[in-house]
């Protein structure tokens, strides 16, 4: 963890660019399969955006952007620059400790890792997924392993700090699999990874992902829980001999490596998010949150639909907090729990007592984890937290 | 419109010649309520398609279900072709097997009986079993065949069977459609014609027969009667000869299809009552009405206490809800009287009731009106029956619930109620049914052909048995062909003992039973097979064990769960993975946590669909 997340408020800027050449068929994430049209409305959108959250944005200060998607780097190395200097127009980005941008293997050159570094980028996320064709024929993904790797060494090159996100788990992917696909981006030098198990939602309102449809025309497999339980310790054990932390849930770094813009999710800072279905969180002196959910199709957000808005009052909040902090498995700051969430926070003791009781938790200097032997388990852990 | 003088004309009685009173006997499906509809089309009581089809079928549940729980009876006036107007009394009677009693008093109500046959079907074993029962009480009974559009009809072998199981005389058989309403005015005629008017003195002080109750939230508790001697007539004192309690009539009448109330009932009659009872417990099924000052009034003969013969725990999935239970359980014994319930208390499932039916279609029925109708959350544990317990100190105790079933080698003898079974069914079928009936250690009284091609066998099955799914077997092992019709046939010395179930090592008394020592050891083993896979995975592995005493005699295990974790969460993931975990928690709505680990309803009623004897 960022050891002064919990000293010093450190609130982080996301911006969600919804577009993607095409739908993996494992997401049902909100996208536009998105042309030039498009694009212009977007800009315009996100002009319209920063101008109605002018005050909230003038007071911000971020200290982490996260570019993220769909696919930021569809905009091209233009477009992201022109989308950096629209933001610079209205937030203040000089105090910036950190600025990521996803990025497609397939979009990753010379050219567009210089136009990254030249508007601040010093981190990348990179969409590589797995090494193996088969596996990036049954995701959809467009890429093809020596693309995925020539980005790597692109983005390594360049001195960009490169995250490479791999999903774990997908049918017919077995421990020596598992290995093919990391240990070459392990020989690469890549210090940070986020680690999935391929997970197919299925969401109430939604269409969802076209890997369920692909399941019910008997054309797909869904993925085996035994078997991606299985491949997630063997993760776990290999990253650790090669000396990658496991720090956070789907999170791996080397030392000192982390991914600051996301620990703040789960350290209870406010962020702020720009575009259609971003997230916002403002935390309030009480403890409580508000959170606030942009429109989730570009057409609604382009348009000035109102975000969905929730406040959680302290004790609701101290509760989600709780499911948020113990992702971090090196476990939540206890100090900096107290101190977000007061009286609310102890409130939660009767609850936490009864979870170590259980085993599932335990305390370690100063710090509430989840019993390293049961992460597997943090669903079921925390619906008993938020249910207790 | 509410002036009291406006009220319609009240009719007076009309002469016994009249009148015809007649029920309805049919198995399910075979079109009873359908028929029902059509004659009070005909005789202008509905409009065609009037509303909800199945007008007798008022609750819910019967509707959805086909069937008829509670008999409604209507009351129609019917111009005959030599131009009187006859009083035809329709009553209904519920068609299954657990309320052969409330059927016997139906048909108390009745000089006559449609025997309502399925043209493409033929008879079936509870068909029968109601018609020996009208033959008894000597009822004239007029053979129909109906659905004669349906292609796959076949009136001549039907009214050829009919003739052969009943012995009934088919030449006169009313061949109708109750759908289409073929032949619905010749069956009228008949009717007229072939059933005997009632007799009974209206002179004489009052004497009727209750055979059916109910609480309607207007008028409190409404009884269906038959008058047999006298009159009925609001204000009068009147006793019930079961309890001594007397009451004052406040109105009587008929529903046609709505309720009319009317000045009189008179002998020969049938309709409702109403007095100021508070319980339909007060106002047994079977109990004589009678003058409150008529000291040495004689009952109507047949009355019996209403006695449950399947037992079964009913919990609250959440304890704090127990009241509730409490009070749904008061208020629907207002309604169906043929339940009982006590306290009663379990290590695993904590404070509930011991709740007595008279079969296992009546306990679905009950269950499911506890929790439609009071919206509560129950967990029923598996049916069981009243053991009789003889101790080693001489002392005898009747057991109803297998969690305190003495423990092996405390007690000196078992006995177990037995039943006598007649099922009839398709002798293409009587392989497996007869191995059916092995299995769940029936004794074989008697297998006969009714016809060349259908079978009828008498087995003395042990009422335990057959509550362990028997029927479901039965149904599946047959094609749906095979059907069953039981009378209570006393007591039998058996070797039974108590097979325990232990999850995760606990011993979950709710999920104890009682079996046979022969069979104890395979049903202890597919026991645990089944529960392997009803009982959901938790974080740790689960042992699920079976055991006689202190011997475990089987074993499997429910593999921990290995993986459990939302895979990725970032800003815009987390109000709606907050809300799925939150939703996850309320599905598991109908668990109850016995100890660590969460047991579904349907692990309760595992036994019930074990398929092998």
């Not at chain 2, 009071?374 to 080693?392: E, M, N, Q, R």
């Not at chain 2, 008697?446 to 057959?466: G, K, M």
């Amino acid at each position: 963890m960022t050891s002064e997340g919990a000293a010093e408020p450190s609130a982080g800027l996301y911006v969600h660019v919804p577009f993607c050449a095409r739908r993996c068929t494992y997401c049902d994430f909100d996208f536009e399969v998105g042309r030039v049209p498009q694009r212009a409305r977007y800009v315009a959108g996100l002009q319209r955006e920063l101008a109605a959250r002018r005050d909230e944005l003038a007071q911000l200060q971020p200290r982490t952007l996260y570019v993220g998607g769909g696919t930021p780097s569809l905009l091209g190395a233009d477009g992201l620059a022109a989308l950096v200097a629209q933001l610079r127009d209205a937030v203040a980005l000089d105090r910036l400790r950190e600025a990521t941008c996803e990025l497609n293997p397939e979009h990753v050159d010379a050219a567009m890792v210089a136009a990254l570094a030249a508007c601040g980028f010093d981190r990348v996320s990179l969409g590589v997924q797995s090494l193996q064709p088969a596996a990036l024929r049954q995701l959809g993904r467009v890429h093809t392993p020596q693309q995925a790797l020539a980005a790597v060494r692109t983005c390594l090159a360049a001195g960009l700090a490169t995250s490479v996100d791999v999903i774990v788990g997908w049918p017919g992917q077995d421990a020596a699999l598992l290995d093919a696909d990391l240990a070459p981006l392990l020989d690469l030098g890549v210090a940070h990874l986020s680690i999935y198990a391929l997970t197919i939602d299925e969401p109430p309102d939604r269409r969802g992902a076209p890997w369920r449809t692909l399941v019910r025309r008997g054309l797909r497999r869904m993925p085996d829980d035994d078997v991606q339980a299985e491949l997630l310790a063997h993760t776990e054990s290999m990253l650790a001999r090669a000396g990658l932390r496991h720090y956070e849930i789907a999170s791996y770094g080397r030392a000192g490596v982390r991914a600051r813009h996301n620990c703040a999710y789960w350290t209870w800072q406010d962020y702020v998010g720009l575009g259609p279905s971003a997230a916002s969180a403002r935390y309030h002196d009480d403890g409580g949150v508000r959170r606030r959910d942009n429109p989730r199709t570009l057409a609604a957000w382009a348009q000035g639909a109102p975000p969905t808005v929730e406040d959680l009052p302290p004790e609701a909040a101290a509760r989600e907090g709780l499911w948020l902090g113990l992702r971090q498995l090196e476990g939540l700051d206890e100090t900096a729990f107290a101190r977000r969430f007061g009286a609310a926070a102890r409130g939660c003791d009767a609850v936490l007592a009864a979870a170590i009781a259980r085993g599932d938790l335990e305390r370690a200097a100063g710090r509430l984890r989840v019993t390293p032997t049961r992460w597997l388990h943090h669903d079921a852990i925390a619906a008993r937290l938020l249910q207790g | 419109m509410n002036d009291p003088q406006a009220k319609p004309a009240v009719p007076t009685a009309p002469p016994q010649s009249r009148i015809r009173s007649f029920c309805i006997i049919a198995h399910i499906d075979h079109g009873k309520s359908t028929l029902a509809d059509r004659l009070m089309e005909a005789t202008g009581l509905l409009g065609p398609r009037d509303g909800r089809a199945q007008y007798l079928d008022r609750m819910d549940i019967e509707r959805e279900r086909g069937i008829t729980i509670k008999a409604q009876s209507v009351r129609m006036a019917y111009t005959a072709p030599d131009g009187e107007v006859y009083e035809l009394n329709l009553i209904d009677t519920p068609g299954h097997v657990d309320f052969g009693y409330e059927v016997s008093r139906s048909l108390k109500a009745c000089e006559g009986a449609l025997l309502v046959v399925d043209a493409a079907q033929g008879v079936e074993a509870q068909t029968l079993a109601n018609v020996y029962m009208a033959l008894d009480e000597n009822l004239e009974i007029i053979p129909v065949i109906n659905k004669i559009d349906l292609p796959s009809a076949d009136a001549e072998r039907v009214r050829g069977e009919i003739e052969e199981m009943v012995g009934l005389d088919c030449s006169g058989a009313a061949m109708v459609s109750a759908k289409t309403g073929i032949g619905i005015d010749d069956l009228l005629c008949s009717i007229v014609d072939r059933v005997p008017p009632p007799k009974g003195d209206r002179q004489a002080r009052v004497r009727a027969l209750i055979f059916d109750s109910w609480w309607d939230s207007y008028k409190g508790v409404i009884s269906m009667v038959r008058v047999f001697e006298g009159r009925l007539r609001p204000g009068a004192q009147v006793r019930m000869l079961s309890t001594g309690k007397v009451y004052q009539v406040i109105n009587v009448g008929v529903f046609a299809p709505e309720i009319v109330e009317l000045s009189e009932l008179a002998a020969g009659e049938v309709g409702f009552l109403v007095c100021n009872v508070k319980e339909v417990g007060d106002s047994k099924i079977g109990d004589t009405i009678a003058d409150a000052e008529d000291e040495g009034a004689q009952a109507l003969p047949g009355f019996k206490e209403i006695q449950p013969m399947v037992f079964a725990g009913v919990f609250p999935t959440d304890n704090a809800d127990y009241p509730a239970l409490r009070d749904a359980l008061a208020k629907l014994s207002l309604n169906d009287a043929s339940f009982s319930y006590e306290p009663e208390t379990s290590m695993a499932l904590g404070f509930g009731f011991r709740l007595g039916f008279l079969g296992l279609l009546h306990m679905e029925i009950v269950q499911e009106r506890l929790e439609r109708e009071y919206d509560l959350d129950l967990i029923t544990t598996a049916p069981s029956v009243k053991f009789v317990v003889h101790g080693k100190d001489g002392t005898t105790t009747v057991v109803d619930n297998p969690a305190k079933f003495p423990d092996l080698g405390d007690y000196e003898s078992i006995e177990e109620p037995v039943i006598e079974a007649r099922i009839q069914l398709p002798q293409e079928y009587v392989g497996p049914i007869l191995e059916l009936c092995e299995q769940r250690r029936g004794i074989q009284k008697d297998l006969r052909y009714l016809t060349p091609t259908r079978v009828q066998l008498v087995y003395e099955l042990p009422l335990a048995e057959v509550v362990f799914g028997f029927y479901d077997i039965l149904k599946s092992r047959s094609r749906g062909y095979a059907s069953i019709d039981y009378e209570p046939a006393g007591h039998r010395k058996s070797d039974m003992v108590r097979l325990d179930l232990l999850v995760n090592g606990e011993h979950v008394d709710a999920l104890s039973l009682i079996t046979h020592r022969d069979t104890a050891y395979n049903r202890g083993r597919d026991l645990c097979i089944k529960m392997k896979d009803l009982v959901p995975r938790q974080q740790f592995e689960v042992a699920i064990q079976a055991a006689i005493g202190s011997r475990v005699i089987a074993r499997t295990t429910v593999k921990a769960m290995r993986k459990d974790v939302t895979a990725k969460c970032y800003g815009g993931d987390i109000s709606r993975k907050r809300k799925l975990l939150e939703k996850q928690k309320k599905g598991k709505r109908r668990l109850k946590a016995i100890g660590a680990v969460e047991i579904p309803q349907e692990a309760f009623h595992a036994v019930l669909s074990l398929e092998d004897g």
